[in-house]
């Protein structure tokens, strides 16, 4: 379907003054290039200049069948015939040929000119390229220069070459050398003579040959790489890409296939329609195979099929042969700012085609995709594609249609359309049409810039032979193209005429003003929309284009040598002044489609919030435009609800005014009152009545019923009018664990910022709820948020952040790290919480006096802990429950009540299975050994470590009295040699040294006690000293043998 909107699209006309009847004409660089029916002259015209003057004319050395300008290298190639003979030839520096007596320098491909030639100075030359058959089509790449000329089954690629005039005649003057000796001091002079010039020469390498058998070109166009043929019904575009792998070029070639249709010449053989994208494409019926001849180029070059497309014509339908060509084959690049300007490779490049009734636009970068099929009204002749707009003439009129091309590029360009933050308009948006410009007798078009050049003659035929010609033609059994129809000398007249569009911006605005009969009748309809993404793409096409893209269109000749340092400060604040406008322009289209998507369906509503994003209004601007007339029974559009709902779940730092937060709370109390519990927790609604909002809430309890996130909601409204004993009844409804889920529903009742989901390195902001729990009810605000980080609603480092602003971080983060223990399942989350308990551990041994009275220091008063150490041995796992020796070690009520608790939960931790005892050594330094609750800290780890013979003898030397225990809990299974290796020679030396020593000698009994268990009469008899007594070891003897009897 293609729309139609009576916009106009030019600005102005003027006719060209040419003195003959233009036969050819082509654009470029400025300029108009005229080739009279018939003869052998150019006439360049500038469209820059008012009036079109003429810039120069040369001849021709045949009748020009083609002719075609290249923006890279400002040169003209031509396809000529003279006696009989067909010509390809490029001219270089023609711009020189302002007089028309200028010199002229013709050459041979690969000859550069050289001797007198270059010391007469710059001049225009011709540059015959010869060819082993006739050229059909040629075609100029835009952003190398390159040539490639179209014969009967074969293309031939000419790479551009630049060659420096003082290197060519340093090369004349070695040639001259090494030929004629004598010749040195007259070629001396000469180079000094023309050393002040420094004009590079272009001239062309023939690098590569398509072969394509079953092609017949008819046109052909070359684009960075890409390469696209068009036969009758038939389009094919390939990728030749240079590698530097030295491979054989594959060839591919199907005999059997070619066969079979030479067998069948005498019919008329009618071929499927066929599309095939991307590497579909090769399996099309059409081989190409690769011949290379380039010199210069060292490695090999790869081809690979892009797009085929096949059409079959239609009988029904009562068109001819001609009507069922296609025409028009066109690769258009496209640039964008975001590429530096050292980079030749575009960032699109699209590929057109059309019937006479039906154009073809696709995408060939980033995948293929037929972008836009433009239906014509009547039978088209010729389109040219640009930037914003798609040019067609039909024999009477010129018609614009709107092209995607910005909307593919838009998406390249910026990774974050089509997400919330950025829209555009689809790429397969149906195009629209244009108001058309009447004509008479239009032949062909060609676009510059702005400026479209249009070829009118007089019809000399009369409608009958125009039928007669037409029915013969249709009756013909083969497929032909017919040649070029030679004006009657007898016409009735022709013109030149240059139209100019109108800017984009123009444009635009005429859009917008067309769009406002649309807003007055029916805000919803689709044409509005439309309307308003089609002045959306216009925009963002200009907005995209490259410096140099824009200067071309505002009428700067692309040759101009001037850079951007050169052009004047005037100029260059003309364009920025210029981007300004087109930015803005672009904002207030994004407001207009806001409203449109805010107001629209259920389907498209979400692109309302993209939209007002770019746009930069403020909420509270976009509230104003959404609020429904008095008289209108319209509510709030679906759009605008899902763009409110995004702003205030986006916690940003802006906050609403009393008035817009009242005003929200009143828009979704009427649309969707379920969202009101969200909304009222939003940061931005800080500001809101809370009276009139506890209103509302109460309203909704009543008709929706209780709910544990409205309770907490209503109880924050309460707090925030200060009636503390209606808060406390409101949150006393439901249990702490129901409240924590509550939480867990709503977490923005609790913490601000974090944008809602948790986001790692986000500031976030206790709210008065918070503070006010942390006042009153401490261990639901530990438990909520543990249940928040659990649930991946807060991180580890937010919940710290929280409780440093609430001035209670020596208090309640321990209590949260603590409960953090019991609810963790995270291995990376726990041991980070060990090592942070453990060094809160040990701060406060080391900053609370071990007796019975506290210090006062400089931190402030602690409160009773949630957990004391007994509730996390019992239900946590990662605390253990104490050694039995440490209570000799640290017996109860010999230290501070908070210096007790915070050597428990420490030595529980030492004990238990999940500290990293290697990590807590060098945290452990700060601790003296002097003290025996320090001396079992150290103790602790040492025989976590396995250091069990330095323990006993630490043991022995401090407590003696905790070896039995210490050695009952630890030395066994492995470890019970270590009674008797270590444990009992140690005590016998001891207690020889101190015989009274009541504590070792019933040390030494326990542990003989041991041994004599574990060990058989001949052992027991060897570990008794040389100098026992042997009435004190024989009863433990008697009893090992009993035993060892009895086993």
Same mark, same amino acid.
């Given at each position: 379907?293609v729309?139609?909107?009576?916009?106009?699209?030019?600005?102005?006309?003027?006719?060209?003054?040419?003195?003959?009847?233009?036969?050819?004409?082509?654009?470029?660089g400025?300029?108009?290039?005229?080739?009279?029916?018939?003869?052998?002259?150019?006439e360049?015209?500038?469209?820059?200049q008012?009036?079109?003057?003429?810039?120069?004319?040369?001849?021709?050395m045949?009748?020009?069948?083609s002719?075609?300008?290249?923006?890279?290298g400002?040169?003209?190639?031509t396809?000529e015939?003279?006696?009989?003979?067909?010509y390809?030839?490029?001219?270089?520096?023609?711009?020189?040929?302002?007089?028309?007596?200028?010199?002229v320098?013709v050459?041979?491909?690969g000859?550069?000119?050289?001797?007198?030639?270059?010391?007469?100075?710059?001049?225009?030359?011709?540059?015959?390229?010869?060819?082993?058959?006739?050229?059909v089509?040629?075609?100029?790449?835009?952003?190398t220069?390159?040539?490639?000329?179209g014969?009967?089954?074969?293309?031939?690629?000419f790479?551009l070459?630049r060659?420096n005039?003082?290197s060519?005649?340093?090369?004349?003057?070695?040639?001259?050398?090494s030929?004629?000796?004598?010749?040195?001091?007259?070629?001396?002079?000469?180079?000094t003579?023309?050393?002040?010039?420094?004009?590079?020469?272009?001239?062309?390498?023939?690098?590569?040959i398509?072969?394509?058998?079953?092609?017949?070109?008819?046109?052909?166009a070359?684009?960075g790489?890409?390469?696209?043929?068009?036969?009758?019904?038939?389009?094919?575009?390939?990728k030749?890409d240079?590698s530097?792998?030295?491979k054989?070029?594959?060839?591919?070639?199907?005999?059997?296939?070619?066969?079979?249709?030479?067998?069948?010449?005498?019919?008329?053989?009618?071929?499927r329609?066929?599309?095939l994208?991307?590497?579909?494409?090769?399996?099309?019926?059409?081989?190409?195979?690769?011949?290379?001849?380039?010199?210069?180029?060292k490695?090999?070059?790869?081809?690979?099929?892009?797009?085929?497309?096949?059409?079959t014509?239609?009988?029904f339908?009562?068109?001819?042969?001609?009507?069922?060509?296609?025409?028009?084959?066109?690769?258009?690049?496209?640039?964008?700012?975001a590429q530096?300007?050292?980079v030749?490779?575009?960032?699109?490049?699209?590929?057109?085609?059309?019937?006479?009734?039906v154009?073809?636009?696709y995408?060939?970068?980033?995948?293929?995709?037929?972008?836009?099929?433009?239906?014509?009204?009547?039978?088209?002749?010729?389109?040219?594609?640009?930037?914003h707009?798609l040019?067609v003439i039909?024999?009477?009129?010129?018609?614009?249609?709107?092209?995607?091309?910005?909307?593919?590029a838009?998406?390249?360009?910026?990774?974050?359309?089509?997400?919330t933050?950025?829209?555009?308009?689809?790429?397969?948006?149906?195009?629209?049409?244009?108001?058309?410009?009447?004509?008479?007798?239009?032949?062909?078009v060609?676009?510059?810039?702005?400026?479209?050049?249009?070829?009118?003659?007089?019809?000399?035929?009369?409608?009958?032979?125009?039928?007669?010609?037409?029915?013969?033609?249709?009756?013909?059994?083969k497929?032909?193209?017919s040649?070029?129809?030679?004006?009657?000398?007898?016409?009735?007249?022709?013109?030149?005429?240059?139209?100019?569009?109108?800017?984009?911006l123009?444009?635009?605005?005429e859009?917008?003003?067309?769009?406002?009969?649309?807003?007055?009748?029916?805000?919803?309809?689709?044409?509005?929309?439309?309307?308003?993404?089609?002045?959306?793409?216009?925009?963002?096409?200009?907005?995209?284009?490259?410096?140099?893209?824009?200067?071309?269109?505002?009428?700067?000749?692309?040759?101009?040598?001037?850079t951007?340092?050169?052009?004047?400060?005037?100029?260059?604040?003309?364009?920025?002044?210029?981007?300004?406008?087109?930015?803005?322009?672009?904002?207030?289209?994004?407001?207009?489609?806001?409203?449109?998507?805010?107001?629209?369906?259920?389907?498209?509503?979400?692109?309302?919030?993209?939209?007002?994003r770019?746009?930069?209004l403020s909420?509270?601007?976009?509230?104003?435009?959404?609020?429904?007339?008095?008289?209108?029974?319209?509510?709030?559009?679906?759009?605008?609800?899902?763009?409110?709902?995004?702003?205030?779940?986006?916690?940003?730092?802006?906050?609403?005014?009393?008035?817009?937060a009242?005003?929200?709370?009143?828009?979704?109390?009427?649309?969707?009152?379920?969202?009101?519990?969200?909304?009222?927790?939003s940061?931005?609604?800080?500001n809101?009545?809370?009276?009139?909002?506890?209103?509302?809430?109460?309203?909704?309890?009543?008709?929706?019923?209780?709910?544990?996130?409205?309770?907490i909601?209503?109880?924050?409204?309460?707090l925030?009018?200060g009636?503390?004993?209606?808060?406390t009844?409101?949150?006393?409804?439901h249990?702490?664990?129901?409240?924590?889920?509550?939480?867990?529903?709503e977490?923005?009742?609790?913490?601000?910022?974090?944008?809602?989901?948790?986001?790692?390195h986000?500031?976030?902001?206790?709210?008065?709820?918070?503070?006010?729990?942390a006042k009153?009810?401490?261990?639901?605000?530990?438990?909520?948020?543990?249940?928040?980080?659990?649930?991946?609603?807060?991180?580890?480092?937010?919940?710290?952040?929280v409780f440093e602003?609430?001035?209670?971080?020596?208090?309640?983060?321990?209590?949260?790290?603590?409960?953090?223990?019991?609810?963790s399942?995270?291995?990376?989350v726990?041991?980070?919480?060990?090592?942070?308990?453990?060094?809160?551990?040990?701060?406060?041994?080391?900053?609370?006096?071990s007796?019975?009275?506290?210090?006062?220091?400089?931190?402030?008063?602690?409160?009773?802990?949630?957990?004391?150490?007994?509730?996390?041995?019992?239900?946590?796992?990662?605390?253990?429950?104490?050694?039995?020796?440490?209570?000799?070690?640290?017996p109860?009520?010999?230290?501070?009540?908070?210096?007790?608790?915070?050597?428990?939960?420490?030595?529980?931790?030492?004990?238990?299975?999940s500290?990293?005892?290697?990590?807590?050594?060098? +945290? $452990?330094?700060? @601790?003296?050994?002097? *003290?025996?609750?320090?001396?079992?800290l150290h103790? %602790?780890? =040492?025989?976590? /470590?396995?250091?069990?013979?330095?323990?006993?003898?630490?043991?022995?030397?401090?407590?003696p009295?905790?070896?039995?225990?210490?050695?009952?809990?630890?030395?066994q299974?492995?470890?019970?040699?270590?009674?008797?290796?270590? +444990? $009992?020679?140690? @005590?016998?030396?001891? *207690?020889?040294?101190?015989?009274?020593?009541?504590? %070792?000698? =019933?040390?030494? /009994?326990?542990?003989?006690?041991?041994?004599s268990m574990e060990?058989?009469p001949?052992?027991?008899?060897?570990l008794?000293?040389?100098?026992?007594?042997?009435s004190?070891?024989?009863?433990h003897?008697?009893?090992?043998?009993?035993?060892h009897?009895?086993?």
């Amino acid at each position: 379907m293609v729309h139609v909107y009576n916009c106009h699209p030019f600005s102005s006309q003027q006719i060209v003054q040419v003195e003959q009847e233009p036969g050819l004409v082509c654009c470029g660089g400025g300029a108009l290039f005229v080739v009279a029916t018939g003869g052998c002259k150019v006439e360049a015209y500038s469209v820059e200049q008012e009036g079109c003057p003429l810039i120069c004319r040369f001849a021709t050395m045949g009748t020009v069948k083609s002719i075609r300008h290249s923006k890279t290298g400002d040169y003209l190639v031509t396809i000529e015939e003279k006696n009989g003979a067909t010509y390809l030839r490029a001219y270089t520096n023609w711009r020189y040929q302002a007089e028309e007596k200028a010199r002229v320098g013709v050459r041979l491909l690969g000859h550069l000119l050289r001797g007198a030639s270059v010391r007469g100075g710059v001049q225009m030359e011709i540059i015959e390229i010869p060819l082993s058959e006739r050229p059909v089509a040629v075609a100029c790449c835009s952003i190398t220069g390159d040539l490639l000329v179209g014969c009967e089954n074969t293309l031939v690629l000419f790479t551009l070459r630049r060659q420096n005039q003082q290197s060519l005649q340093t090369q004349s003057q070695q040639i001259l050398q090494s030929t004629w000796p004598n010749s040195q001091q007259s070629s001396s002079q000469g180079q000094t003579s023309s050393s002040s010039q420094n004009v590079s020469a272009l001239d062309f390498e023939r690098s590569v040959i398509l072969h394509l058998p079953r092609i017949n070109p008819k046109q052909v166009a070359l684009c960075g790489g890409y390469v696209a043929v068009q036969a009758e019904l038939e389009v094919l575009v390939l990728k030749l890409d240079a590698s530097s792998e030295t491979k054989p070029p594959e060839e591919s070639s199907d005999t059997n296939k070619a066969d079979h249709l030479e067998d069948h010449s005498d019919f008329l053989v009618l071929q499927r329609h066929q599309e095939l994208l991307g590497d579909r494409a090769k399996d099309c019926d059409i081989p190409v195979s690769i011949e290379k001849t380039g010199l210069e180029d060292k490695g090999q070059y790869t081809l690979s099929y892009v797009l085929f497309r096949r059409f079959t014509p239609d009988f029904f339908q009562g068109c001819s042969v001609e009507e069922t060509q296609l025409h028009s084959l066109q690769l258009y690049p496209l640039f964008t700012r975001a590429q530096s300007a050292s980079v030749e490779e575009p960032a699109c490049v699209f590929c057109f085609f059309s019937l006479p009734t039906v154009g073809y636009l696709y995408s060939l970068k980033g995948g293929v995709e037929l972008l836009s099929a433009y239906q014509y009204p009547e039978k088209v002749l010729e389109a040219v594609l640009t930037d914003h707009l798609l040019h067609v003439i039909t024999k009477s009129a010129l018609q614009c249609f709107t092209v995607r091309c910005a909307a593919v590029a838009a998406r390249i360009e910026d990774p974050y359309i089509d997400t919330t933050m950025k829209a555009c308009p689809p790429c397969s948006l149906e195009v629209c049409a244009l108001r058309m410009q009447l004509f008479i007798g239009l032949r062909s078009v060609c676009v510059y810039g702005r400026h479209v050049i249009l070829l009118s003659t007089a019809d000399t035929e009369t409608p009958e032979e125009t039928e007669r010609n037409a029915q013969r033609r249709g009756l013909s059994r083969k497929w032909t193209i017919s040649s070029p129809r030679e004006t009657s000398t007898v016409g009735h007249g022709w013109n030149l005429y240059v139209v100019d569009t109108v800017s984009p911006l123009t444009l635009y605005q005429e859009m917008v003003e067309y769009s406002q009969r649309y807003t007055e009748t029916n805000p919803q309809a689709q044409s509005l929309r439309h309307l308003l993404s089609e002045a959306h793409l216009l925009l963002r096409a200009s907005i995209l284009q490259t410096p140099e893209q824009q200067r071309s269109i505002q009428g700067e000749p692309a040759a101009s040598l001037q850079t951007d340092a050169d052009k004047p400060a005037e100029e260059q604040t003309a364009v920025e002044t210029d981007n300004q406008e087109l930015e803005e322009a672009l904002r207030q289209n994004c407001a207009q489609l806001g409203d449109s998507f805010s107001r629209g369906s259920q389907k498209d509503c979400h692109l309302a919030l993209p939209y007002y994003r770019m746009s930069g209004l403020s909420v509270t601007e976009v509230m104003a435009r959404n609020r429904p007339l008095p008289s209108s029974p319209h509510t709030y559009g679906p759009g605008f609800l899902f763009y409110l709902k995004h702003y205030l779940l986006e916690e940003t730092e802006q906050s609403l005014s009393q008035e817009a937060a009242d005003e929200v709370i009143d828009i979704f109390s009427q649309s969707e009152p379920s969202q009101l519990v969200s909304v009222c927790a939003s940061p931005p609604m800080i500001n809101v009545s809370p009276a009139r909002t506890l209103r509302i809430l109460q309203h909704l309890e009543d008709t929706a019923g209780v709910s544990v996130p409205l309770t907490i909601t209503m109880a924050t409204m309460t707090l925030l009018l200060g009636d503390l004993p209606q808060y406390t009844q409101l949150m006393e409804r439901h249990a702490e664990m129901v409240l924590v889920y509550g939480f867990i529903e709503e977490s923005r009742l609790l913490l601000h910022g974090g944008g809602g989901g948790g986001r790692q390195h986000t500031h976030v902001r206790p709210t008065a709820l918070t503070r006010q729990l942390a006042k009153t009810q401490p261990g639901l605000l530990v438990a909520a948020m543990v249940a928040l980080h659990e649930n991946s609603k807060v991180q580890l480092e937010q919940a710290d952040h929280v409780f440093e602003e609430l001035c209670c971080e020596n208090c309640f983060q321990v209590d949260f790290w603590e409960a953090m223990l019991m609810a963790s399942s995270q291995e990376a989350v726990i041991q980070e919480l060990l090592f942070r308990v453990v060094s809160v551990y040990i701060d406060r041994l080391t900053n609370t006096n071990s007796d019975t009275h506290p210090v006062r220091t400089h931190t402030p008063p602690r409160h009773r802990p949630l957990k004391s150490a007994d509730d996390l041995i019992n239900s946590c796992s990662h605390y253990g429950a104490l050694y039995p020796w440490l209570t000799v070690l640290s017996p109860a009520h010999t230290t501070s009540s908070q210096h007790q608790e915070a050597l428990h939960k420490l030595q529980s931790l030492l004990c238990g299975p999940s500290l990293s005892v290697d990590s807590v050594v060098p +945290l $452990l330094e700060r @601790l003296s050994e002097e *003290t025996l609750w320090g001396f079992s800290l150290h103790l %602790l780890c =040492a025989t976590r /470590r396995g250091q069990y013979d330095s323990s006993i003898e630490k043991l022995l030397d401090r407590c003696p009295q905790a070896i039995i225990a210490y050695a009952n809990h630890h030395l066994q299974d492995k470890h019970m040699a270590l009674w008797w290796q270590k +444990l $009992l020679p140690e @005590l016998c030396n001891r *207690t020889r040294e101190a015989a009274d020593n009541s504590i %070792l000698l =019933a040390a030494l /009994r326990e542990t003989l006690v041991v041994v004599s268990m574990e060990t058989s009469p001949t052992e027991f008899l060897e570990l008794i000293p040389d100098d026992g007594t042997a009435s004190y070891f024989l009863p433990h003897l008697l009893a090992c043998s009993q035993r060892h009897l009895l086993a």
